[in-house]
Structures are given as C-alpha cells and as structure tokens.
C-alpha cells in the first residue's frame, strides 16, 4: 500500500519527475524554432528603402508593402491573390460537401470501400509534381487548355478531398448514430435526418474541413505548377520571385499572407465558438 | 473486437445490398474527383513511360522501354535516390523524435487539459502559413551575415562565417524538419491521447519502472500515429523539389527535381519514366509501413 501511494503520487505529478523539465524544454526550443525565424522575416518585411534581406533592420516604413502591390517587376501579386482566393473558396466549398458525403459513406463497410479507401491514400501521398505532369498531359490529349478553374481545380481537389475524408473520419468516429436513429424513428426522412442531426451536431468538424481545405488549396504549389495554365496562383507568384526578387519585398508578401491565414483561422475558430455557444443556449432551453 | 467483425459479416453478407448502393451514392462525388484527377493522370504518365519525343513536347504512341533503360542506367539517378533516401531518412528521423517528444510532453505531462490543447494550436498554428515563406525565413537566420553567424563571430566562437548554413544539405534537412515535424505531431499526439492513462497507473502500481511503460505500452500504442506520421513526412521528402532546390542553392538535386528539369526541356517520357519509378519506390516504402499498421482501422476505429 506504501509503495502504491508513493508511485502514484508522482504519477499525479504532486512532484515532477525530471523528464518533466526535460521535455519542457524541448518543447520550448520546438516552438522558439518554429516561430522565430518567422518573427524574423515578419521584423524585417518594415525596414525602409535601404533594407537588406538580413539583420540588422535600416529603418521602418512600410515602403515594401507598398512596393509589393505597386511595382511591376514584383510580378503580378494582386492578380494572383485574387485567383488564389477565388480558388481557394471554390475548394473548399466541394471539399466540405464531398467529403462530408464520404464520411456518410464509410460508416459502415460497403462493396469496394477498400478500393476507394486506397485511391483516396494514394492520391494523397502522389508526388504533386508527377501529378501536375499526369493532369497537364490529360488536358492536352483530350485538347482542354489548363487553367486555374479546371485543371488546378481538379489537381488542388485530389490533395484536398483525401485530407478532408481522413478529418471526416475522425469526427465521425465521435458521432452516436443513435440521434440519426432516433430522428428517423420519429418521422424524418433521410434529407431531414442529414439537414437537422447530422450536419448540426457535425458543424464544429465541417468547419475543421473548411479551414484544411481552405490553407492546403491557398497553399498549394507542386500540384497546381502544371496544370495552373498561364496565369499564376499566388504560391507560384512567390515561387517566381524567390527566384527574382532579392528585396524585402518577399519577406512583405510573407507577413501579408501569414495576416490573412490569421484572419480565416480567426474566422473559423470564431464560427465554431458561435456554433457551440447557439448550441449551449439551445440546450438551457434559450 | 470480436463485435466488430460480427458487424461487418453481417453487413457484407445478405443485409448489405441496399445500404451497399446509398453507400456508392455518398462516394460519388468523391470518386468524380479521384477517377479524372488521380487514377487517369497516373495512367497517362504509365503510358507516356512507353512513348517516344518527337523533341518538341510531342509524344510519338509507340511501345519503347528506352526510357527506363535511360533511367536505370544512368549513374545519375542511382545518386540522386541516394541523395533523395538521405534527406528522407535524416527528416524522418529527426521530425520522429522531436514530434514524439513533443506529443509526449503535450499529453503525458501537461496536466491541465485547457493548456495542452492550446499548446498544441501554438505548435499547429505556423502550419497555416506559406510553405515557401517559411521555407525562406531561414535566409536571414542562416545566410552567411544571417543571426547565426553574426552571433557566433560575437562570441568568438568561429572567425570566419560558416557556409555550410544556407545553401547546402544542413540547410535542406532543417528546412524540411521545420515544415515536417508538424505531421508527426498531429497523429502521434492522437494516438497518445486515446490510451487511457489508467493502464499507466496500473503499469506502475503493478511495478513497472517508467521505462517499462515507455517500452511496452506507451511505444506500442502509439505505433499507429508514427506509422501514419512517418507515411506523411517519407512521401512529402521522396515527392519534393523546392524545398531541396531553394535550399541547397543548387548543390544538391532530388530525384523530383531530376524529373522537373525533363518536363522543362519537354523530356516527357524520360520525366514519366523516372515518376513511374519514383511511385514504385514510394509504394513499396508505404507498403513497409502498412505491414506494420493497418491505417484504415486505426483511422476509423
């Protein structure tokens, strides 16, 4: 019984064990090398016009900005921003459906399941590059020109779909059937069951979806370098002017771009605070 | 679970066909997707392996296996697959042991659940910017008047800068842990959270030492996370060409960026000869891998 005490009073961590601090600081360092050389490049895209690419910082201003969205040889960054918008939204509007009709699927095992469960990993660890290649090959066979509303589309849906599915799973194993059950047994039809059960109880998961399909498509470059057609996403516009642009210019379209990502994570994590406060006050009967 | 193959023999017997149709129903959509977008370009890079150049991005249907003979023969390739073996198992490596330390630490040690799952969002949260921003940001850190360097001739540790910091294969194996170790984290962290920390307590009152916990419940249970996260970072290094291009400066290719230089000259069958091969060696790591772990179960369980 002494024994027993003693061992699990470290277990509950009355006494940290020294892998404790151990592993704390490991994870410090983690985050300080995840972070920092980010913070770095955030710091110096605000340096004035005689700003280098390293530290020390000459001056602020937001003159990089500015050149960014103004200077020609910069390329066309607002062009592509807006492609790399428009396409992201698109992605993740058929990411949400499909793959939420897939996670209805594979709740229970059906003929051929294993087939498409394999497709879909195998479509996710393809080399992009190789498959950018297959899809551009496709369309000039079949003689459809690419672009960045069919052929990136459907090469930015084939990395997305098999990652939303996968997510899918996850919350559907968390999912009691016995309210879908219940709903069908008072009268609901399919349709219903799906629009006032399901999707409802499923919404904080569906909007995990949409934020994984939103930054993988926003962020997307191997897959979308072939079959993009001649007008650039903005991940390939930054992979051009890694090549060209030696100013802080680049490192000001990598503090933009971390903004927006902030904004939408911040929209998402906002909605689903929303969706479980409207829930929690459904529940205490408004 | 014995009630769960209950289940599926039941379902896959005479019950099943009607849910089997709703079931292909729901797929649908799905397979609208990976049928055009991932079956059929895999297929036309098959046949493309088999064709000949007309040398001006035309492909001439004939049945020819010059090009894997090109591919195989070449001491080239055999280099750049030790080069691409290399960075891979280096990554591999190192995104293992930090991410698993890390979920660890995030799980195990953090008591309060609130803290570790925004500990957890802090460590997912740079995962939602550009891969090629983070990529770059090593430049001002690593450049050879980067923080590093200057730091180090402060100190007086070195007196002239090291090169070997940006541009060179030290660069490329950080680049890539920095982008990777995230996709170690996520499902090793998943995978440690379900053991139920009472077979722990009990593992300890019955006398193990906490080695013997770590040998034989916490690694084992956990090996469904590592296989699905070491799948994730092997296929990402094997398929990738910018992350070695950018930060090797040149120094060193892979065997996708080999391939991306063909499709430049419009060397499609060679580049569709060398990806065919690519996918083969990808398939068999993941094969590996699968041996080891049923995904499919461990993902839907």
Same mark, same amino acid.
């Given at each position: 019984?002494?024994?027993? *005490? ?23 360092? @983690? ?40 200077? !020609? *040889? ?22 949400? %459906? ?63 779909? #098999?990652?939303? !599915? ?51 498509? @926003? ?15 903005? #991940? ?14 680049? @490192? ?7 903004? %927006? ?12 605070? !929303? ?12 | ?27 649908? #959509? ?10 059929? #370009? ?38 750049? @697959? ?24 995030? %799980? ?135 992350? %070695? ?38 398939? !068999? ?17």
């Amino acid at each position: 019984m002494i024994r027993t *005490r003693r061992i699990s009073r470290v277990a509950r961590g009355d006494r940290r064990p020294w892998t404790f601090y151990a592993l704390a600081t490991v994870f410090m360092l @983690y985050v300080a090398a995840l972070y920092g050389p980010m913070i770095c490049i955030y710091i110096l895209s605000f340096q004035d016009i005689r700003g280098g690419l390293v530290f020390p910082m000459k001056g602020h201003s937001l003159h990089w900005f500015i050149d960014l969205f103004t200077q !020609v *040889r910069t390329g066309d960054v607002r062009g592509s921003f807006d492609r790399s918008i428009k396409l992201a939204a698109l992605v993740t509007m058929i990411t949400l %459906v499909v793959s939420l009709m897939a996670g209805l699927a594979f709740r229970r095992r059906f003929f051929g399941d294993t087939f498409v469960f394999y497709l879909m990993i195998g479509s996710l660890v393809a080399p992009g590059l190789v498959l950018g290649l297959g899809i551009g090959l496709l369309f000039q066979w079949i003689g459809i020109s690419a672009s960045w509303y069919t052929s990136a589309l459907g090469a930015q849906l084939s990395w997305t779909l #098999p990652f939303g !599915v996968l997510v899918m799973f996850a919350v559907m194993s968390r999912f009691n059937s016995v309210w879908e059950e219940a709903a069908r047994d008072l009268g609901a039809s399919r349709w219903q069951t799906i629009h006032l059960v399901v999707i409802p109880v499923l919404a904080p998961g569906l909007v995990a979806v949409a934020l994984f399909g939103f930054t993988l498509s @926003y962020d997307e470059f191997a897959r979308t370098l072939q079959t993009a057609g001649s007008l650039n996403t903005l #991940p390939l516009e930054i992979w051009s002017m890694t090549l060209n642009v030696t100013s802080p210019s680049l @490192y000001a379209l990598g503090t933009v771009t971390t903004i %927006v990502s902030f904004i939408i994570i911040g929209a998402c994590i906002g909605a689903i605070i !929303v969706i479980n406060k409207r829930r929690g006050m459904r529940a205490t009967g408004h | 679970m014995p009630f769960r193959k209950i289940q599926n023999e039941v379902q896959s017997g005479q019950v099943m066909q009607r849910p089997n149709l709703s079931a292909w129903l729901y797929v649908t #959509p799905l397979m609208l997707v990976l049928i055009p977008f991932f079956l059929l #370009p895999t297929l036309v890079v098959l046949v493309a392996s088999f064709f000949e150049t007309d040398g001006f991005g035309g492909l001439l249907p004939t049945f020819t296996l010059a090009n894997y003979l090109d591919v195989l023969t070449s001491t080239q390739t055999l280099l750049l @697959y030790v080069t691409t073996l290399k960075f891979a198992i280096l990554t591999w490596f190192f995104t293992l042991i930090i991410g698993f330390l890390v979920a660890y630490f995030l %799980v195990f040690h953090v008591k309060n659940q609130l803290l570790a799952i925004g500990l957890f969002l802090i460590c997912t949260i740079p995962f939602w910017t550009s891969n090629i921003i983070r990529m770059i940001s090593w430049i001002p850190l690593l450049g050879k008047e980067g923080l590093v360097n200057s730091t180090l001739l402060g100190i007086g540790v070195i007196r002239e800068p090291l090169e070997v910091l940006l541009y060179s294969g030290l660069a490329v194996v950080i680049a890539y842990v920095h982008q990777l170790t995230i996709f170690m984290v996520v499902p090793i962290f998943n995978s440690l959270a379900r053991i139920d920390k009472r077979v722990v307590e009990a593992a300890l009152d019955a006398g193990a030492s906490r080695l013997d916990v770590m040998r034989y419940i916490i690694i084992p249970m956990s090996k469904s996370g590592i296989a699905l996260g070491s799948t994730f970072v092997i296929s990402i290094v094997m398929g990738d060409f910018f992350v %070695v291009k950018v930060m090797s400066g040149g120094g060193s290719a892979s065997v996708v960026s080999a391939f991306y230089e063909n499709v430049g000259v419009l060397q499609y069958p060679i580049a569709a000869a060398s990806a065919v091969l690519l996918t083969l060696v990808l398939i !068999v790591m993941i094969a590996l891998i699968l041996r080891v772990v049923d995904i499919r179960r461990e993902i839907t369980q």
